[in-house]
């Protein structure tokens, strides 16, 4: 089963082409199309994961071009960090194409929205599959094309059409590094494939300045990808796509991408500490500087996206870290609470029909269950005990404590305790207090868009207990299982770690509670004291408008400055020796023209010159 493998991304594929032919005859059965389609390949990627479980590693491989003396393979690789990776994908994708089709059914192009979708899936699940950098680098071009896309859904919005580009590219920005990076692998190695590049690292056929400088070329792809500083900027305004599309951006596939490619290529990365260092400090400032800006926004779109940006950032402070196991464990946990809590926005969002949470109020009453489902999600990315972000969060803070990077430990506490107390901030505002609702009768959404949320949350619960202290590591047994370049070290820490973490998170939940429901504090008790903080946080610290004025306008400056030089300088001495020649050319023309009178002319006056000459000279002798 292995080898067929590369069945599962045609799925969707065919789902986008014959939504695109034929989409607008089907019209609402356009959903049915993409739901069935993106169904089989969860299917068979449950078969697959089932397969590799155990026959162990395999896949399928053919030449496909030749150059000289060097042959790229095509074809797909599966093994435990991309089997997890097929079940994630698909799953996600999945339960977004059957919530669509209740959160979308009012619009036109529901038949172009699926197709989008079943291109982004197809390219997600072909890019986790690839057994080399060429191809991985392939499709990981054609998920940015998806993504702009889907962002860019609402085409008549000036803003979803600003966001698209924005996040096209600010990605091309990453995706240079990546390529850089590939083609110094290449004139290291002569290869892309990844066990032969490995073997070299292993083998040390790469010095060390040469190692580290791939490796944070590579690393810059996946700064792009998965939202870290500084190239975080497009993910929150990707929001403006709708909120489907937001799930499954922000959730499993296009950002979780980043964090693949560091897992994928983890043996690169793990043979230079400067390297090293350079993912956890860049996770570890990502993670907290996100989560101050959630600390204020209003859209509750824009909370969840800054938070996403947060929980990307502790995925790279754990593989910064060495904790492979950690930082790839945290990537499914949070793929499942992160799509729960975005559709469960989206539910909120259709039911009230805005984003600005200073709107909403009193819907836990009314939304029996978008209410609890929201909840358990923002219990779980709080590393609540026993839900399945505590486990990941807690293997991702023993893994930074072993690593001794216990500055960056205390850096990822202090995240933790800003992401339980805006989490709840949202959750009281929205679904306690008073109605605030300009809608008079709030419903519950269709069955469509609640069963996925329900399937999410039971996964927010019990997805963590693949990997615990207490019913074993399976998750971490497994993936490093048949895989000799990946070092694996379980890290029992102390006790005190996860008690202080769970301490944390109960902190901010307890402050939430006193300032958005109990009242006893005031919201603006912090603010009031440092007003001009707040301002420049909720400004997202000018990130956007320092952008603006400096590679915007100074990009604008050097093609003024272009065109200036080409049209008044390279334009006027390309129009002058032009001229010039043409001149001399009509003149010449004019003197050579063929008629014997003029020549007969031009001689008489030649000799009368000569005559004149001489006599005015006193004779030639």
Do not use: C
């Not at 356009?30 to 697959?48: K, P, R, Y």
């Amino acid at each position: 089963m292995l080898e067929n493998a590369w069945l599962i991304p045609l799925f969707p594929l065919l789902s986008f082409l014959i939504l695109t032919f034929f989409g607008k005859s089907l019209k609402q059965n356009s959903s049915m199309v993409g739901i069935g389609l993106t169904g089989v390949s969860f299917v068979m990627s449950i078969i697959v994961l089932f397969t590799q479980l155990a026959q162990g590693n395999g896949g399928m491989e053919a030449a496909w071009l030749t150059i000289g003396a060097v042959e790229f393979q095509f074809g797909v690789i599966v093994n435990p960090l991309n089997a997890l990776m097929l079940i994630i994908v698909s799953l996600v994708s999945f339960l977004v194409h059957i919530y669509s089709k209740g959160y979308m059914h009012t619009d036109g192009r529901l038949s172009t929205f699926y197709a989008y979708l079943g291109l982004f899936t197809f390219a997600m699940l072909a890019l986790v599959l690839s057994p080399n950098l060429l191809q991985l680098y392939i499709f990981w071009e054609l998920v940015g094309v998806g993504s702009f896309l889907l962002i860019g859904f609402y085409f008549h919005k000036e803003e979803a059409k600003a966001a698209a580009k924005k996040a096209f590219i600010v990605t091309r920005i990453g995706d240079v590094g990546l390529l850089i990076g590939m083609i110094l692998l290449f004139w290291q190695t002569g290869s892309l494939e990844f066990t032969e590049i490995f073997a070299a690292v292993s083998q040390g056929e790469i010095s060390g300045e040469m190692l580290t400088l791939i490796a944070i070329l590579i690393f810059i792809g996946a700064v792009g990808k998965s939202g870290q500083f500084p190239l975080h900027t497009w993910l929150p305004d990707a929001m403006e796509g709708p909120t489907p599309v937001s799930a499954l951006i922000h959730a499993a596939t296009m950002v979780a991408a980043g964090v693949y490619l560091v897992a994928a290529m983890f043996p690169v990365f793990h043979a230079s500490p400067a390297a090293m260092t350079v993912v956890a400090v860049t996770g570890g400032f990502t993670a907290i500087f996100a989560a101050t800006i959630g600390l204020v926004q209003k859209d509750i779109k824009r909370v969840l996206a800054y938070s996403t940006v947060s929980q990307l950032g502790y995925m790279m402070l754990a593989l910064g870290a060495a904790g492979y196991t950690a930082g790839v464990f945290h990537l499914m946990t949070h793929a499942f609470f992160k799509a729960l809590l975005f559709l469960a926005a989206g539910s909120v969002i259709h039911a009230v029909h805005t984003q600005n949470i200073e709107e909403m109020g009193g819907l836990w009453k009314k939304m029996r269950i978008t209410g609890p489902v929201f909840l358990i999600g923002t219990l779980a990315i709080s590393g609540v005990p026993f839900l399945s972000g505590f486990f990941s969060k807690d293997e991702i803070l023993l893994a930074t404590w072993h690593d001794g990077r216990y500055g960056l430990f205390a850096v990822a506490l202090a995240a933790a305790f800003f992401t339980a107390f805006y989490m709840f901030r949202l959750f009281f505002m929205v679904f306690t207090g008073d109605d605030k609702s300009a809608v008079t009768k709030v419903e519950e959404s269709p069955r469509s868009m609640t069963l996925p949320m329900i399937i999410l949350g039971f996964l927010a619960v019990f997805s963590g207990y693949v990997n615990t202290p207490w019913f074993g590591t399976f998750l971490g047994d497994w993936l490093v299982a048949e895989n000799e370049f990946l070092p694996y070290e379980h890290h029992e820490g102390p006790i005190w770690v996860m008690l202080a973490a769970t301490m944390i998170a109960l902190a901010g939940i307890a402050l939430a509670y006193m300032m958005y429901y109990k009242k006893s504090l005031k919201r603006n008790f912090l603010t009031s004291f440092m007003p001009n903080t707040y301002t420049v946080v909720y400004n997202k610290y000018f990130i956007d408008e320092f952008y603006q004025y400096t590679v915007e306008y100074g990009a604008r400056a050097i093609a003024y400055l272009g065109s200036f030089l080409e049209k008044y300088i390279i334009d006027v001495l390309v129009a002058s020796v032009t001229g010039m020649t043409k001149a001399g050319s009509s003149l010449g023309s004019k003197l050579q023209s063929g008629q014997v009178q003029n020549y007969g002319a031009v001689a008489f006056v030649g000799l009368a010159l000569l005559v004149f000459i001489v006599a005015l000279t006193g004779g030639y002798f």
